[in-house]
């Protein structure tokens, strides 16, 4: 199957989102989680932001304890049409953003590979939204047990949760996801991205 999608979440530098653009990214997530290792302020966003589409790929703002009218501020402010909904009050309050900015919308699988779902469902819409399915433990390089994973919804969707260049061809192959997003498995330390390894893996999920 074919990935359309490649994201690498978690950039902190204006440069890596440049490079990991032209290598052929087409999301840069930037983290607005201030207890994440890989959390950016207003100003590195915006020009986490700018670098990205000047190159090509779309900026992502990824929201964990943010409210509404919090979303939409820093959306504003960074340029960002693209919002991730992490934890259960961005997910809560997704609603009530306007209709124009497209939702990545998380959900986690939990030890046994089932997914768990939330109400915030029933707001998205298929031809406008994606889910990303990760780690019910984001961020830690942790892969989600797919032994008993199906994936059940119409929506497009993103696989993430451990993801490395030597793992991402087989992962791919078994759930046949139509896109892919990568932090931890190319970095060199929590939130050091290394773009050798973001070039080694956008290169494999392209072969």
């Known amino acids: 199957m074919l990935v359309d999608m490649i994201k690498i979440c978690g950039v ?9 653009a032209e290598a052929g990214a087409h999301l840069i997530g930037i983290v607005f989680h201030a207890h994440s290792p890989r959390y950016v302020n207003i100003d590195q966003a915006i020009a986490i932001s700018s670098a990205a589409k000047n190159a090509g790929a779309l900026p992502v703002a990824v929201f964990v304890n943010q409210t509404d009218i919090d979303m939409r501020a820093i959306c504003e402010a960074a340029d960002i049409q693209i919002v991730q909904l992490h934890g259960t009050p961005a997910r809560a309050h997704h609603h009530l953003l306007p209709d124009e900015y497209q939702r990545i919308y998380v959900l986690n699988v939990a030890e046994n590979g089932e997914l768990v779902t939330d109400k915030g469902l029933q707001y998205l819409n298929p031809e406008r939204d994606m889910i990303l399915i990760d780690h019910h433990d984001p961020g830690e390089g942790k892969m989600i047990n797919f032994t008993g994973f199906n994936y059940p919804f119409q929506f497009p969707w993103l696989l993430a949760g451990g993801l490395t260049p030597d793992n991402v061809a087989t992962m791919v192959d078994a759930l046949q996801p ?3 997003d990568v932090s931890s498995g190319v970095e060199v330390s929590k939130g050091q991205k290394d773009i050798s390894l973001i070039k080694q893996f956008i290169t494999v999920v392209k072969k």
């Not at 902190?12 to 990991?20: H, L, N, P, T, V």
Request: hydrophobic share 40%.
């Open 12 to 20: 902190r530098d204006a440069e890596i989102a440049r490079i990991s």
């Open 178 to 180: 139509h896109g892919v």
